[in-house]
């Protein structure tokens, strides 16, 4: 028999993870029960292996959901990304550039704090060279600057560039896809996993993707797909709404709307394909995403079913 | 279990060595960035006590640079538990007078939450996000599967990756 202090060994500790998922995440057919059972009784340290994982389990389970998750977007919205807080530990060494950051006697936490955003969150910025920066909803991004260059990555999501026309360093944004340079602009860009949008509102950026350089001008939007192709396109939505804090859009499938939706909200928000292509029109307020649908229940054939408060599904009413 | 000798970390009389060497200059080094002498001897104290424990065997060819990094993370793990426990506390503030736990019980959550938050920073991003629609949104691995546009046994091996970061965590001091 097995002493409780004997750590059983890790394959068995896997092999009961795996049942753990598959219990009580999965949808167990018929059999699994009698399988289970089967692998408990091989070897008595089955069983303190599964006793250990289902308390892990068990304590994972007993947290209290919203203040748990509150907990965990609210430390996420402070800090940042292990990955970011190394490349920023790393910028802190060599202390250059930064220094809208540097201002901050202690620099540190509102460092970590000011480069990444949870959903549904925005926040401004200002580049030392002058410039207003602006995240939507769970992006972030790192800054550098130099004396001969301003540099911002996006490392997920999507930012807005107000570059200061006084500094005539040229700012390079780096994405996935393509690398943006411009002298002086007003410029948005948005990175989602397989494309790129680039928008402009006043001056202009070279997009450099392939083999030619793409100009994009005031009042242009040009998508970029991961393998380089590009076109000039209208978006469905005013790109620019985010930053006033609005979602606005003309005729736009319910499906689409509520993709978009589902950026600025945390949880699963799904709309039946009998609905999909109903048309919505109007500006709506990004602060209050639940009172967006009510009003789309309103104005549209549709109801709202919450199964939870992070899984709400859009059916035909 | 009996103790086991680790082979695989710096001898005793090496470290003390680094101590005297550049203990002094660590201290400098963290007073200036977090800005008071005794949470640096703290953070100091806690790096060599790190550096023990480190799987490094070689005598180190760059003593300062390889301790100011451990110093670094030190100063992020404190950072994110600090961050934690104010959002805790933001968090415990939100709440209806009767839903507040009991002074125990509001430890033993933070103290998971602690360990969680640190699985789910050893994770990527789409595990991680698996895994709390698992745990907090209540969704199945279908749900989750369709949410996050990837097959059903990659969520479960996503969720298994974070069970095994979690089980490390709870109880690799056990």
Known sequence: MPTPDQAPAQARVDQAIDWLVRLRFGSPGPDAQAQFQRWLSLHPHNGLAWQRVS???????GLPKDLSRRTLQGSERQGISRRDQLKLGALLVVGSGLGWMAREPLGLPELLADSATATGERRQLQGSDG??????????IDLRFTAGQRRLA??????SLDSNPADKRPFFINTRVATLRTLDGQLLVRQSDHDLLVAVRRGEATVMTGATPVRVHSGETL???????????TPPSDPWGWTEGVLSVRQMPLADFVAELNRYRPGLLRCAPAVANLKVSGTYQLADTNQILQLLARSLPVRIDYHTRYWVNIDAA | MATMQLPDTLKPT??????????AWLRGWLRSRVGCSEHAADLAQDTFVRLLRARQTSPLKEPRAYLSSIARGLMIDQFRRR???RAYQDSLAHLPETDIPSEEHRLVILDSLERLDRALHQLKPRARQAFLHAQLDGLSIIQISLLLG?????????????LKTCYRLRYADA
């Open chain 1, 55 to 61: 308390n892990l389990g068990d304590e994972l389970a």
């Open chain 1, 131 to 140: 410039s207003r920066i602006q995240l939507n909803t769970a992006s972030a």
């Open chain 1, 154 to 159: 996006l490392l997920r999501g999507e930012v």
């Open chain 1, 223 to 233: 998508r970029v797909q991961a393998n380089g192709g590009h076109q000039a396109i």
């Open chain 2, 14 to 23: 090496e470290v003390a060595l680094l101590y005297q060497s550049h203990h």
């Open chain 2, 83 to 85: 961050a934690l426990e």
């Open chain 2, 150 to 162: 990837v097959s059903k046994a990659t969520v479960e091996r996503d969720l298994a990756k974070a």
